[in-house]
Every structure is written in C-alpha cells, then in structure tokens.
C-alpha cells in the first residue's frame, strides 16, 4: 500500500520562507514519480513541480519558477522549499505519485497525501 506524508505546514508571514517534506512508504519500485499540487480555497488543484523518487529532472509550473525548488529525493523524502511567499500561495499543499514519466495532472496522480496546510498572512 503506497502512502504519502506531507508535513511542515503552517502560518507564516508575506516574505517568508517555508520548506515542506512528502515522504513516501510501499512504493513497489523506483520507476514512480511524484509531484506537489496545491489547491486554495474555492480553487481547483493546481500543478507547482515533479521528478522522479529515484532522482534526476525536476520540472517546474512557470508561476512558481525561481521562488520555490524541489530537492531530488532521498530515502524516499521530497521537500517542496518555498521562498518569498505571498498571501496567494496561502493552499493545502499536496504531494502525489503516479507510476512513470513526472506528470502533471491531477488525474494522472495514483496515490495522494493529506495534505499540509500553508497560510500566508499579508
């Protein structure tokens, strides 16, 4: 049974920095990637990053280029570091994985996360 974690969410201020984890258990073997969504209320699920758990590319949404990085994972961990942070970024902030080839789509994810939420007070 695949399960996904996601921690170190929280409230912040505009400027702020933040570094989420997502870690994963039962994954059946290397060839899953994994991407972080977020989704702010009244809003759809919204694609922010990807790359595979056994490391290598990591692909980026534009909007959030250059403020937030994705680290390659290590012993089955991912963190989401999140830089400069506005009130727009205040979302539940999801991880996701999917057999194959990074995705970034919501209905091409298999397994989610809780999800964590991240609060950005102006």
């Known amino acids: 049974q695949v399960q996904l974690v996601e921690s170190g969410g929280g409230l912040v201020q505009t400027g702020d920095s933040l570094r989420l984890s997502c870690t994963a258990s039962?994954?059946?073997?290397?060839?899953?990637?994994m991407a972080w969504f977020r989704q702010a209320p009244g809003k759809e699920r919204e694609y922010l990053a990807a790359?595979?758990?056994?490391?290598?590319?990591i692909y980026y949404a534009d909007y959030v280029k250059g403020r937030f990085t994705v680290s390659n994972a290590k012993n089955d961990t991912v963190y989401l570091q999140m830089n400069s942070l506005k009130p727009e970024d205040t979302a539940v902030y999801y991880c996701?994985?999917?057999?194959?080839?990074?995705?970034?789509?919501?209905?091409?994810?298999?397994?989610w996360g809780q999800g964590t939420q991240v609060t950005v007070s102006s």
């Open positions: 996701a994985t999917t057999w194959g080839a990074p995705a970034r789509t919501v209905s091409a994810m298999e397994y």
């Open positions: 039962g994954l059946p073997n290397r060839s899953f990637s």
């Open positions: 790359t595979m758990w056994s490391g290598g590319n």
